[in-house]
């Protein structure tokens, strides 16, 4: 017959609860699994982020450059966002007969 200790018994149950503490841990709250999945997912949006903001400020400063660069590029732009007509040109609506 296999006697245990009483000694015994309570280390196991010692054990148990460490174990049982350490999974909640592991698996709740700051510090846990779950919350490093979450600030991961929030890394990656972040990324995506700054990456598409990388994108437009590429886009800014080569507009920059190109407007520094000259009168021409300051017409084109005009023209595209205001409707500028230079003097002596026409200006010519086509509509579409339907």
Do not use: C
């Amino acid at each position: 017959m296999l006697v245990v200790h009483a000694h015994t018994k309570w280390l196991w149950v010692g054990l148990s609860l460490l174990l049982i503490g350490l999974q909640l841990r592991l698996w709740t709250g700051e510090g846990s699994l779950v919350y490093a999945w979450s600030l991961y997912d929030q890394v990656q949006t972040q990324e995506a982020e700054n990456n598409r903001l990388k994108a437009r400020n590429a886009r800014l400063e080569a507009e920059i450059r190109q407007l520094k660069g000259g009168l021409a590029a300051v017409e084109e732009n005009a023209r595209a966002q205001l409707g500028y007509i230079a003097r002596g040109e026409t200006f010519y609506l086509l509509v579409d007969p339907e």
